[in-house]
């Protein structure tokens, strides 16, 4: 169904954002393929358990755990959202303890705005666009609500450490499973301020940019379920995989004299050494000088995965950068995912240092070319080096 020809106003966007909605769709197909293979009962107690650990690391005590996990049931992509159930939507979010990691408006929905919300849950857009437009249209309802927020510049995570509305969220997953897309657990800071000083067309290009990055990473998380007994990885490397790896490792390689220069500026003895392996190499798990193993960021357990490493040493400080590209799903589903992961050791102790999140990771599709996916692994590999080097220089 092309939905992005249609002449919603919703739909003029950018060919960049465009292009994001087509490799979510490649995406979604190889996801709908993979999981006719899975035992259903099996499949929807591991979607269980992922919502359940997303929803604790928002910080959500049990209550906000069962009202997520209840609208992200399978069986719910059959459930039409009306005003009425909308309305039964925000009494629940309303009627969480405070102990949990969100918050309502100072004042119900009435049913004028619960109508707005199912009619923005129906647009005719592509379901990712119609997903962010829902969230956008319930975070304004939302804000002329909470007579807090009066005069305020304030998005949907609030201000100074406020929780995030759940509503939002709970409305835009369930605009997802009922076009059979994978349920969305709460992010933070998704939606952009509406003091950012863009416009609200800019904001939402923003906002639907970021629901396709996330739109990915749970079709990602999704494919990486895998049944008790699958095959073991293949040994030998994948040619994507392999010119994607190669790829990482002369861009890392290409940016060590300059990094070696500035650490030099701050100590005379620093040094820099960049080395790869793989997932059947021992080195990875024994090396005196990897405290952190690439197999920490690999998504699905157990599944073939090759590493690009950048160690960094300052003084009594070093850090470990990284770059990892793994197999995503098994039996193999042929999407790659490239992460990065860092950890900086100090006479302190060892800590993490990049806070990338699975979204903004970069995913490879069986039928691309490096080079179509360059730009965003490239980008990934620069934003890992910048914070690396940061909390390094900082030490």
Known sequence: MDTLSSGVALNRLPGRVRDELTDVDRLRSIWTRHRHGQPRDARAAARRALIRRRVLDLGGAPALEDLVVSTSEEGMSGQPISADYVRELARRTAGLPTDCASRS?????????????????????????????????????????????EGADRGAEGADGDPPWVLPWILASLVLQRADYPPLPPVPRAFPPPSDGRDHDDRFVALVHRFARLVTG???????????????????????????????????????????????????????????????????????????????????????????????????????????????????????AVTADARLTTPDGVRDVLDISGADSATVMPTDCVDERWPQIRDLVDEAVSRAMNALTRV
């Open 218 to 336: 749970a079709l990602r998380d999704e494919l990486c379920w895998a049944p008790a007994s699958v095959p073991p990885p293949r040994e030998r490397i994948p040619p994507l995989a392999s010119v994607t790896c190669r790829r990482i490792q002369d861009y890392v390689r290409s940016r060590q004299p300059s990094l070696s220069l500035i650490l030099q500026s701050l100590d005379p003895d620093a040094r820099t050494v960049v080395r790869s392996g793989g997932f059947d190499d021992n080195e990875e798990e024994t090396s005196d000088t990897a405290p952190v193993p690439a197999s920490r960021t690999v998504l699905t357990p157990g599944a073939a995965h090759w590493w690009t490493v950048l160690e960094m040493v300052v003084g009594d400080a070093s850090l470990t950068l990284f770059v990892v590209v793994q197999e995503v799903g098994r039996p193999h589903t042929g999407v790659l």
């Open 105 to 149: 408006p100072d004042r119900p929905l009435g049913e004028e705005e619960a109508r707005r919300l199912a009619e923005a849950a129906v647009v005719p857009a592509h379901p990712v666009i119609r997903a962010a437009y829902t969230f956008a249209e319930c975070v304004s309802v939302l804000r002329g609500l909470d007579t807090a927020e």
